[in-house]
């Protein structure tokens, strides 16, 4: 699946790390920030969002946006910035924590190993999640030949620049 924009492959995840968390003017702008860039993916005449799968292309919609937050405390700012700007919002409160799940583990794993993927630990815990579920033998196999290692590590530079 691909995200285009004017009829281009763009990046279709967005990474906005906090530097306060605590810090509510700080949060407010992030927040407007977002509602601005769903505003012009939702709405702007001029620049025309699609999603291409499986080469069908269809106009990207409201429910195919999604937003993670840290605390469920944060929904409150983003629901009165989203209000400012008449964009629909759904979202479900959940007193766990998404962050402790083996899914979140588990990406945070292939995340490490693209940012940095001449660290082997990082390269193996990768490939032994479920996405990638390589066994032991598998990864030891690719660790030790440094042929299909070097291949490797190549491939996760390669996700990287996508």
Request: proline content about 1%; charged content about 25%.
């Amino acid at each position: 699946m691909f995200i285009l924009k004017n009829n281009k492959i763009i990046n279709s995840i967005k990474f906005f790390i906090l530097n306060n968390f605590n810090d509510i003017d700080y949060k407010i702008q992030i927040s407007k920030f977002c509602a601005i860039k769903i505003f012009n993916i939702l709405f702007n005449k001029k620049n025309n969002y699609f999603i291409l799968n499986k080469k069908k292309k269809r106009k990207i919609i409201a429910s195919d946006i999604a937003l993670l937050v840290y605390k469920n405390s944060d929904i409150k700012i983003i629901l009165n910035v989203f209000k400012e700007f008449n964009l629909p919002i759904n979202y479900i409160l959940d007193k766990s924590n998404i962050f402790s799940t083996l899914e979140a583990k588990e990406i945070m794993f292939i995340l490490k190993s693209i940012l940095f993927p001449e660290s082997i630990t990082n390269i193996c815990n990768a490939l032994s999640t479920y996405l990638f579920d390589f066994d032991f033998f598998v990864i030891n196999k690719y660790i030790k030949n440094k042929l299909m290692y070097v291949k490797l590590i190549k491939e996760f530079y390669d996700y990287y620049n996508i």
